[in-house]
């Protein structure tokens, strides 16, 4: 079968840098993306990894070990706005569609 | 640039009821994408169209949805005949790339089936 799983909930201050994980098993592999959303918005794109290592984007980071089946988004410098849904997706090479993680709410506090 | 365009963003329909949902892509993506989102199955890829050619639809629940791409920026995704399950977030995404691993998605459509 194929899955991905991530975390249901993350807190953290702002300020505060927050990791959130993902793993995948799937019957093929051609990168990890990651998504936003907040509540009663559209999925945003954020990053892609194909190959394994970290991928910077201004706060946000992405990183991929291929060989763990495993990847994470890492966002420093919280903000207020970071509060929202984020999905990591992988690109299954079987039928050239991605796959969505259930989402990891982020809660940011003051 | 126009993002991608969806429409209705709210429609609310009885029981039995045909909907009819459209998706403008964006000027140039040849990947089209329709999900569907609910609190309890997250976001569910529908169906996958690249060059207006259906590629996956093994994700259609079943008969009572289908969709088509007539053009490169225009489909539809078509519930007939609606039921109260249907009720959910439905949105439309394109894609520059085939397989679309960055993917723009449209503001989306809530169905209320009742």
């Known amino acids: 079968g194929q899955s991905l799983e991530q975390p249901s909930e993350v807190t953290a201050v702002e300020g505060a840098i927050v990791q959130i994980n993902c793993t995948y098993q799937?019957?093929?592999?051609?990168?990890l993306s990651w998504y936003q959303q907040h509540d009663g918005g559209a999925p945003t794109f954020l990053s892609y990894?194909?190959?394994?290592g970290l991928e910077e984007t201004g706060r946000f980071s992405s990183f991929l070990s291929r060989s763990d089946s495993y990847g994470y988004l890492l966002l420093q410098e919280l903000q207020m706005k970071d509060s929202a849904s984020y999905f990591c997706?992988?690109?299954?090479?079987?039928?050239?569609?991605?796959?969505f993680g259930a989402g990891t709410r982020l809660f940011v506090k003051a | 640039d126009a993002g991608v365009i969806q429409s209705p963003r709210h429609e609310v329909t009885e029981m039995g009821q045909e909907v009819t949902l459209r998706c403008k892509p964006i000027?140039?993506?040849?990947?089209l994408f329709w999900y569907r989102q609910t609190m309890m199955r997250g976001l569910e890829l529908l169906i996958y169209?690249?060059?207006?050619?259906?590629?996956?639809d093994s994700g259609m629940p079943e008969d009572r949805f289908s969709a088509k791409m007539p053009n490169a920026s225009f489909s539809t995704l078509k519930i007939q005949p609606s039921e109260p399950r249907d009720s959910a977030v439905y949105f439309c995404?394109?894609?520059?790339?085939?397989?679309?691993?960055?993917?723009?998605f449209g503001p989306g459509t809530r169905l209320t089936v009742t």
């Open positions: 990894n194909a190959l394994d």
């Open positions: 169209f690249n060059n207006n050619v259906p590629i996956d």
């Open positions: 000027s140039g993506h040849n990947s």
């Open positions: 995404a394109s894609s520059p790339l085939a397989g679309g691993y960055e993917q723009y």
């Open positions: 799937t019957s093929g592999f051609y990168g």
């Open positions: 997706a992988v690109r299954d090479t079987g039928g050239f569609k991605t796959i």
